[in-house]
């Protein structure tokens, strides 16, 4: 009767000691597109890590995008540990807007700054999306009355301000992102630029009305390319 009585109790004991990062994957692999981006990412991705010494375990991403150049990039390491070495690029299927921020809904700008991904859509209408924390405290500072939102990094190559990287690039990204998570990183940062923003570059666009907030930005991207790790905040 005991055994029964533990028998009976095991699914639900088990369920119990799941960590919570690992029942966030398991979560998103109900979904049939995650399922799917698994078969057919996960073993390439598993040895790419393992050739550059990464631990899916431990796995740490840090995301930047530029509007000039059109291009996403995914980089890497073990959680904590030194640099971060770029993993993949993939290009921006197709932009909208011009140089600047997002100022308001409607605009069809970019936005640009520092973000973190929080939403995980398995379910997206672009067939899988990262959901950024667009309008920060930042954005928010401008005193827009509406801002605008919604603004994902996702499938297909269409967009009016978000960006987009076609269904198999974001099948990939998607899958690292959720090992990340799994892996114990709750914060997943993204940052867009309109350009390198190095000195030389910064001078050649002097004269645009967005000069200023870019020269905000300039520390956080300068710091990076010195280091290849994040600065404090």
């Known amino acids: 009767m005991r055994a029964a009585f533990l028998l009976l109790w095991l699914p639900v004991l088990l369920s119990c000691t799941l960590p919570a990062d690992s029942t966030f994957r398991l979560e998103q692999q109900r979904y049939p597109r995650v399922r799917a981006a698994y078969a057919a990412r996960w073993p390439a991705l598993q040895a790419e890590l393992r050739r550059r010494h990464l631990d899916a375990d431990r796995l740490e991403l840090y995301l930047r995008a530029f509007k000039i150049g059109r291009r996403v990039e995914v980089w890497a390491r073990n959680h904590g540990q030194g640099r971060y070495q770029l993993l993949r690029r993939y290009h921006l299927a197709g932009?909208?807007?011009?140089?600047?921020?997002?100022?308001?809904?409607?605009?069809?700008?970019?936005?640009?700054?520092?973000?973190r991904v929080d939403r995980y859509n398995p379910s997206s209408l672009y067939h899988l999306s990262l959901g950024l924390d667009y309008p920060n405290a930042h954005d928010r500072a401008r005193g827009e009355q509406d801002p605008g939102g919604d603004i994902f990094i996702h499938g297909s190559?269409?967009?009016?301000?978000?960006?987009?990287?076609?269904?198999?690039?974001?099948?990939?990204?998607?899958v690292l992102a959720v090992e990340a998570r799994a892996a114990g990183q709750d914060t997943l940062p993204v940052h867009i630029f309109p350009f390198e923003l190095n000195p030389t570059d910064l001078a050649a666009h002097w004269s645009s009305p967005h000069h200023a907030f870019?020269?905000?930005?300039?520390?956080?991207?300068?710091?990076?390319?010195?280091?290849?790790?994040l600065p404090a905040r």
């Open 214 to 229: 870019w020269a905000t930005l300039a520390p956080t991207y300068q710091y990076f390319e010195q280091h290849h790790t």
């Open 157 to 174: 190559n269409v967009t009016i301000g978000c960006l987009p990287i076609t269904n198999d690039c974001v099948e990939e990204l998607y």
């Open 95 to 115: 932009t909208s807007g011009t140089l600047g921020p997002k100022l308001k809904s409607g605009d069809g700008q970019i936005p640009e700054g520092c973000y």
